[in-house]
């Protein structure tokens, strides 16, 4: 049986600071004492946040001096977009077959 080693981009996502961080970086690019300051949680944990997101391919560090400064990846966002799209042509295209059933076939 497989496991999951680490977080999908959707996964990633599924915690509301996170989410959070990755609005603030769409904004523009920031050092995790940027991120703290704008968030009710501690530096370390937002480096937390920021270990899933970059593990999940969502976000990018890049040294900038002793700081690391974290930027959204467009490969990794663009990946997720393609998840979601398939996620949601699969539950139209569902929906279409149940509602273009004939009556005497609907469960």
Same mark, same amino acid.
């Given at each position: ?5 680490? /977080? ?10 996170? =989410? $959070? ?9 920031? +050092?995790?004492?940027?991120?703290? $300051?704008?968030?009710?949680?501690? =530096? ?8 899933? @997101? ?5 976000? &990018? /560090? ?16 663009? +990946? @997720? ?15 279409? &077959?149940?509602? /273009?059933?004939?009556?005497?076939? $609907?469960?």
């Amino acid at each position: 049986m497989e496991t999951y080693q680490g /977080e999908d981009g959707l996964g990633a996502l599924g915690d509301r600071t996170r =989410r $959070a961080i990755v609005l603030l970086l769409a904004e523009r690019p920031h +050092a995790v004492g940027e991120l703290a $300051a704008g968030l009710p949680v501690t =530096r370390p944990a937002v480096s937390q946040h920021l270990k899933v @997101l970059k593990d999940a391919g969502l976000v &990018d /560090e890049e040294p900038v001096g002793t700081r690391r400064v974290y930027r959204l990846n467009a490969a990794g966002l663009l +990946a @997720l977009r393609d998840q979601l799209d398939t996620f949601w042509d699969r539950a139209l295209n569902a929906y279409q &077959d149940i509602t /273009e059933r004939p009556a005497e076939e $609907a469960p």
